[in-house]
């Protein structure tokens, strides 16, 4: 299995709505990375978990909120999100660090809009 | 801030013909990739390059790598219309451990 599996593929939330982006993979990556992508522009690295631990945060607003509850789960919590943070999300996972070569693994995104 | 910035933004090529796309980048790297990307989908490895390498092949890819100049070419051979799709270098941070960043891309066109 080389899949990274990425749900809901799009989401429409109001400013005010709690929702959440999931992800999940089963080739035991412990690798595990939040990209934004704005359209026409490349992905923007929000968060990297490592062996479940939160390694990096790209100083992302905190009504984003990570989540890894086990090696092959990754979350993404909103909560109160602005017009402008409508993108496509995408989740990445990696058998090695990035300094050892490690390839990402790309799921399809999940395309969020918020009204 | 984006590692990489990518040259041209965009091309257009009749089927057949080769395809070029060069990255430049700021700082030292351990690892170069370069990354597809069909359009709205997700981002598809295509190959990678250790910074003591200095051009590597697969099938139709042939990528540079020079790391006085901090930069890297992709060429594609024979393109094909499947072909069409953005392309992006992605660089890890030599002084960190798991970042990895993506250049600007260059979104390419390959006319049947």
């Known amino acids: 299995d080389t899949e990274v599996t990425q749900t809901p593929k799009h989401l429409v939330m109001g400013m005010t709505n709690k929702k959440s982006l999931k992800c999940e993979q089963h080739m035991g990556h412990r690798a595990m990375y939040w990209y934004k992508q704005k359209a026409k522009k490349p992905p923007e690295l929000m968060f990297v978990?490592?062996?479940?631990?939160?390694?990096i945060n790209e100083s992302v607003p905190s009504r984003f909120s990570p989540e890894c509850p086990n090696s092959s789960l990754l979350n993404l919590h909103l909560h109160a999100l602005q017009p402008e943070d409508s993108a496509l999300y995408l989740c990445?996972?990696?058998?090695?660090?990035?300094?050892?070569?490690?390839?990402?693994?790309f799921g399809e995104g999940s395309r969020l809009t918020v009204l | 801030s984006q590692q990489g910035e990518e040259d041209p933004q965009a091309l257009s090529i009749q089927e057949g013909e080769n395809a070029t796309m060069n990255c430049s980048y700021k700082t030292s790297i351990n690892n170069l990739q370069w990354y597809r990307q069909n359009s709205g989908r997700g981002l598809v490895h295509l190959i990678l390059?250790?910074?003591?390498?200095r051009e590597k092949h697969s099938g139709r890819l042939r990528v540079t790598l020079d790391t006085s100049k901090k930069s890297s070419s992709l060429l594609i051979t024979a393109s094909r219309a499947a072909d069409t799709a953005s392309y992006f270098c992605a660089t890890d941070y030599s002084g960190g451990y798991q970042k990895v960043t993506f250049g600007t891309g260059t979104k390419l066109q390959v006319i049947p």
């Open positions: 390059i250790r910074s003591n390498e």
């Open positions: 990445a996972s990696s058998l090695r660090p990035a300094r050892e070569g490690g390839e990402l693994f």
């Open positions: 978990y490592s062996y479940e631990k939160l390694s």
